[in-house]
């Protein structure tokens, strides 16, 4: 029987060096996050059992009774022994959650450098998916105020994020709410199906982007996956968006 954990406690070299790979410094949006995984310590565990714990000022008493804020960054690495996942939550108050899945190897940050690895925090448009190395649909978008975007889905691993090109922060969508907006701007005698993930994404191009932006800003507008203060612009169908007129320009 392992001994039990005292709190607080400093980060392992490891935590840390996962930590800091999954909120990389080159991202601006990340700054404030990588800010506290250098000022806090590990101050007792968090709602998800083995693994999760709450990252805070010594004398503070974890919160594991609001509700769980969503997730902010999330990596995997490939051992020889298994998987091991990585997964950071939004900041609650001045609280971080994070959890670390999988068996736990007896190595140090710098040795978990040598494995193969991925993550979606690190991830670009002119980038293929991290996971699968396949081509993505992309949907650029861009605010009012000409702030840029761009949503990008693969549907191999039927996964959806949202690069947010201010602050390089890479934000994991929800399938579930998405796709149900999808099928809310689909043809009346289309909506009688619940949400199929495996038809929604074999069907992504015969999706306009005009389409799938009228989806997002829907779904934002109800769940706030990111703060914009502003609308998006919907564009017309068959319109050039800046992202294809930047890439003619390469």
């Not at 406690?9 to 800091?20: F, M, P």
């Not at 609308?231 to 017309?236: E, F, N, Q, R, W």
């Amino acid at each position: 029987m392992e001994p039990e954990e005292s709190f607080p406690r400093q980060l392992s070299s490891l935590e840390r060096a996962l930590l800091l790979w999954v909120l990389p410094a080159d991202r601006p949006g990340y700054a404030v996050y990588r800010d506290l995984v250098d000022r806090f310590m590990v101050v007792g565990e968090g709602r998800r059992g083995e693994g999760d714990y709450i990252l805070a000022r010594p004398g503070t008493v974890p919160d594991v009774d609001s509700p769980l804020p969503q997730l902010l960054a999330f990596g995997l690495v490939r051992l020889p022994t298994g998987e091991l996942t990585i997964s950071v939550r939004e900041r609650l108050s001045d609280q971080l959650e994070f959890e670390i899945a999988g068996s736990v190897p007896q190595v140090t940050g710098q040795d978990i450098e040598t494995f193969p690895r991925w993550t979606y925090s690190t991830w670009m448009p002119t980038h293929d998916c991290p996971i699968c190395g396949e081509h993505l649909r992309l949907v650029p978008m861009e605010t009012v105020s000409g702030r840029k975007l761009v949503l990008a889905l693969c549907g191999s691993d039927q996964r959806i994020w949202l690069y947010d090109a201010l602050s390089g922060i890479n934000y994991l969508i929800p399938m579930t709410g998405f796709v149900n907006e999808v099928v809310l701007q689909e043809p009346a005698q289309d909506r009688r199906q619940l949400p199929d993930f495996k038809r929604f994404f074999a069907g992504l191009e015969m999706r306009s982007d005009a389409m799938l932006i009228r989806a997002f800003a829907s779904y934002n507008r109800l769940r706030t996956r990111i703060v914009l203060g502003e609308s998006l612009v919907i564009p017309a169908e068959g319109s050039v968006s800046w992202f294809k007129r930047a890439a003619r320009r390469l």
